[in-house]
C-alpha cells in the first residue's frame, strides 16, 4: 500500500528522504597518526542525507580528529572520504568547502578586526557552491544573523560578544556558505542550559533547512534531543553506532557514556 512505502522512505524523524540516494558521506578505513599515536584505526561511517548524526567519545578518542579529516584540514594516514560519491579526503580546506562542508570550531574563530556582519558576510562571498554566481552576499549576511537571532548584533566587533553569541556568530557563518554538511565541534560546551536549549532550537531549525549535520558533543541531554543516530567513538575506533537510547543501553558502550558524562 502507498501509505506503507511512503512511511519506509521517511527516516525516524518524519523528514523526506531524498529519493534513491546513497549516503551523503561516506567514510571507509580511515586512519590517522600523530607520529607513534593512532588517533584513528580504521573507521567505516555513513552518514545520511538529512539525518543529525552525533559523535561522542571520552576525550582523546578522536572525535575532533574524524572531524578535521572531514573538513580537510588534517590529511588521512590512510582511507578515504567521499561527500555525494565523490572523493574529498585529498582536497584542501577550501576545496572541501566548495563541495558543501562547512564547520564550527570548539574555539570560535572570528576575525577580531571585522565586525559581526563583515564575519558573516565573508562567508556569504567565499561559501558559493562550485562556480555558481552567488546571491547577493550582503543580503545573505542579514538572513543568516536574523536566522541566528544576532541582528542586533551587527555592527560590533566579536571582542563585544558573549562566548554564546561568538558560537552563534560561527553558526551564521558556517549557514552563509550554505553547506550540504554542517559539522559542529562541542558547540555547547560551556554554555549555560538555557542558552544550550537555545542551541539546540537553531540545530534544529538548521536541520528543518535540509542541511545534515554532525555534531560532537559531551552535553548529552542535546544528544539525546538531537541525534537520530549516536556514533560512539572509543581511543580511535568505532565502538557503536544507532539510535540514541539503543547506543546508551550497549553495555560495551556504557562506560564510555559515564566517562562522557564524568568529563561534561
Ligand atoms: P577528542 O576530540 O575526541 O577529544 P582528538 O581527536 O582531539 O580527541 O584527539 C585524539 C588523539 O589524537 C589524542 O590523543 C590527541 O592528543 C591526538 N591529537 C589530536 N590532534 C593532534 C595533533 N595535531 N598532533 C598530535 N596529536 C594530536
Ligand atoms: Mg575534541
Keep these: 500500500p502507498a501509505a506503507l512505502t511512503l512511511a519506509a522512505a521517511r527516516p525516524a524523524s518524519g523528514r523526506p528522504a531524498a529519493a534513491g540516494d546513497g549516503p551523503l558521506l561516506e567514510c571507509r578505513g580511515v586512519t590517522k597518526r600523530f607520529g607513534g599515536l593512532q588517533a584513528l584505526a580504521g573507521v567505516d561511517l555513513q552518514v545520511r542525507r538529512g539525518e543529525i548524526l552525533a559523535l561522542v567519545g571520552p576525550n582523546g578518542s578522536g572525535k575532533s580528529t ?86 542586533d548584533k551587527a555592527q ?12 552563534f556568530v560561527e553558526f551564521a557563518r558556517a549557514l552563509a556558505a550554505r553547506p550540504k554538511l554542517l559539522l559542529l565541534d562541542e558547540v555547547l560546551c560551556g554554555l549555560t542550559p538555557s542558552e544550550v536549549d537555545q542551541a539546540v532550537d537553531l540545530i534544529r531549525k538548521i536541520r528543518a533547512g535540509g542541511t545534515t549535520i554532525v555534531f560532537v558533543e559531551h552535553v548529552m541531554r542535546a544528544v539525546v534531543a538531537l541525534a537520530d543516530r549516536v556514533a560512539v567513538l572509543d581511543q580511535g575506533r568505532l565502538l557503536a553506532l544507532g539510535a540514541p537510547q539503543e547506543t546508551m543501553r550497549m553495555p560495551e558502550v556504557v562506560d564510555v557514556y559515564l566517562g562522557v558524562a564524568h568529563a561534561a
Excluded at 79 to 85: A, K, N, R
Excluded at 100 to 128: D, K, M, W
Excluded at 156 to 166: G, I, M, T
Design 66 to 151: 574524524l572531524i578535521n579529516m572531514i573538513s580537510g584540514h588534517f590529511p588521512l594516514s590512510s582511507g578515504s572520504i567521499e561527500l555525494d560519491g565523490e572523493r574529498i579526503s585529498l582536497l584542501e580546506p577550501h576545496e572541501v568547502a566548495r563541495k558543501g562542508v562547512a564547520r564550527t570550531y570548539q574555539i570560535p574563530r572570528l576575525f577580531e578586526h571585522l565586525s559581526v556582519f563583515e564575519n558573516v558576510r565573508l562567508c556569504a562571498v567565499f561559501g558559493g557552491e562550485g562556480d555558481q554566481p552567488l546571491e547577493d552576499p550582503d543580503a545573505l549576511a542579514r538572513h543568516w544573523l536574523a536566522f541566528t537571532g544576532l541582528a
Design 156 to 167: 560590533q566587533l566579536p571582542a563585544a560578544l558573549n562566548l554564546h553569541e561568538r558560537k
